[in-house]
């Protein structure tokens, strides 16, 4: 639609003020398709009898106006339900013409903005016939041609293009759509979700409206139309429960950044991290699903837990730390000296004496004791600390000045943030090895919940508890965050009750 519009305006169309809630009046919706198919009767006159009937369906404008008198709730469903259709009526056409208003495109690369929508996927990938119609420069002005290709032909150039362009999950898509089994099947419809997220945040969708709908239809099993009604995520989320006996969401769960606010039922959802090298490859640690509730789509995870401890001064730190090993060498020598001496001088009779120099001796012992448990911090688990606590770790404990980082260099997924809901930047902090990760939450997290070995290492769910003691009570928690972590942790984390990410009905309770 939008190039239908560049193609009027071109010819001087000017649109009139439209009703509330839509970008054009209905008049001028068939005043725009009236432009493009008269580009398009121009193409087409040079292939076979220019005097025929067709039948054409024309993307956006023959979808069924929300604004259509006499009963709009009726219009409205009648639009949902041919939008939850894209996928049949594309694959059922005889031919798909592709167009975009750019002059010499073919379609079949990243920069054309017909492949960059959303809505492209089903109408593309089960395409049997494709006609590329491209503008050309004449010398007596812009004209337009149509180049009939087998529909295979049209994907296997996309795919390269795709390729070059490092787009792995079109690639995969498209690789299997005309070479099933080349790619697993897991692969494919991660890919594919993946895909649909990834488009239709950049245009501009951020809520999601269609994706369960433009998704429906593609993936192995096909929700009821009647329950694709509320868009967003909890579509999405109900398309994955769904199909759980061909796709493990834990997977996306592991890639999914933090998501926008108002959606406390799937907050396990979000838009996923794009495949880089070094962490493409991301294998379940956990066993995860969406289950149904009537307040969300929540995702149950059966998995190990790490939960995070709180930073303690160590009473043992005269004998724990390696760079005490001088002083502790010569309070013992000091102490074994003067308790020989007082054993000499009870032996010698001079009881007083010798009472009087073991108990100094062991009061003196006992402070030094505690001046070194006053320096150091207990050795052992992670902290989860706010970038101005961690700028007071080293004066916490010397020892803790200088840690090893695990991000960059083991080529960490970087999450980011949803720029609409206020989030800030901590670090993880394992006291024992002094490692620390960098993170990005939107509360303070009390445990990590390991999804997936991701790369070299392994990605946790950050959660912190649930402001319902309720939903505390059946094991809903809330997703603060994500992180990547280097592989020991597993043999740090514990086996936990079922965690449900998001947030249930208390009659769902497990
Ligand atoms: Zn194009």
């Known amino acids: 639609m939008r190039s239908a519009v560049i193609l009027a305006k071109e010819a001087g169309f000017v649109a009139a003020p439209p009703p509330a809630g839509r970008e054009y009046t209905l008049s001028d919706r068939r005043t725009i398709s009236e432009y493009f198919l008269q580009l398009y009767c121009s193409a087409r006159r040079a292939h076979g009898n220019p005097d025929r009937t067709e039948f054409i369906w024309l993307d956006e404008f023959c979808l069924s106006d929300d604004n259509l008198p006499p009963d709009e709730d009726i219009v409205s469903a009648q639009r949902s339900t041919e939008l939850s259709r894209l996928a049949d009526i594309f694959r059922r056409a005889a031919h798909v013409v592709v167009f975009c208003h750019e002059e010499n495109c073919d379609h079949t690369g990243l920069a054309c903005i017909w492949g960059q929508r959303l809505f492209t996927i089903p109408e593309i990938l089960h395409a049997q016939d494709v006609w590329q119609l491209t503008r050309r420069c004449e010398p007596n002005g812009m004209t337009a041609q149509l180049f009939p290709v087998p529909a295979h032909k049209f994907r296997e150039k996309m795919k390269i293009n795709a390729e070059r362009g490092e787009n ?37 969708f951020r809520d999601h409206e269609f994706l369960g709908k433009v998704l429906n239809g593609l993936l192995p099993r096909r929700a009821r139309l009647a329950d694709l009604g509320n868009g967003g995520w909890e579509d999405l989320a109900w398309l994955l429960e769904l199909n759980q006996g061909s796709y493990d969401a834990t997977i996306l769960a592991a890639e999914c950044s933090l998501a926008d606010v108002g959606h406390e039922g799937v907050e396990w959802l979000g838009l996923p991290i794009a495949p880089r090298p070094g962490t493409e490859r991301c294998t379940p640690l956990a066993i995860a699903f969406p289950v149904f509730s009537e307040s969300g789509v929540p995702l149950a995870i059966h998995g190990q837990v790490v939960n995070f401890t709180t930073p303690q001064r160590d009473l043992n730190g005269l004998y724990t730390n390696n760079d005490m090993k001088g002083v502790r060498n010569l309070v013992w020598t000091i102490a074994v000296i003067f308790l020989t001496i007082s054993a000499l001088l009870w032996l010698s009779g001079q009881y007083t004496a010798s009472k009087i120099i073991y108990i100094v001796t062991a009061m003196l012992y006992r402070i030094v004791e505690l001046l070194a448990g006053t320096i150091y911090l207990v050795r052992s688990g992670w902290v989860f600390l706010e970038d101005a606590q961690w700028g007071r770790l080293g004066n916490l404990d010397p020892t803790l000045h200088n840690l090893d980082s695990w991000g960059d260099p083991q080529c960490s997924p970087q999450w980011r943030p949803s720029g609409r809901r206020p989030y800030f930047t901590a670090k993880l902090v394992d006291l024992r090895r002094r490692v620390y990760v960098d993170v990005i939450v939107v509360s303070r997290p009390t445990s990590m919940v390991l999804v997936a070995s991701h790369g070299s290492g392994v990605t946790a769910i950050l959660t912190s508890p649930h402001a319902d003691p309720n939903q505390r009570r059946i094991g809903a928690a809330r997703k603060a965050g ?12 514990v086996e936990s009750d079922p965690i449900y990410i998001g947030t249930l009905t208390s009659s769902d309770s497990p």
């Open 482 to 493: 994500m992180c990547h972590l280097p592989m020991y942790i597993r043999e740090e984390a």
């Open 168 to 204: 792995w999950h079109l690639h995969a898509v498209l690789q299997h759509s005309d070479h099933g089994g080349a790619v697993a099947g897991d692969v494919v419809l991660h890919a594919l979700v993946t895909e649909a997220i990834r488009r239709d945040e950049a245009g501009g």
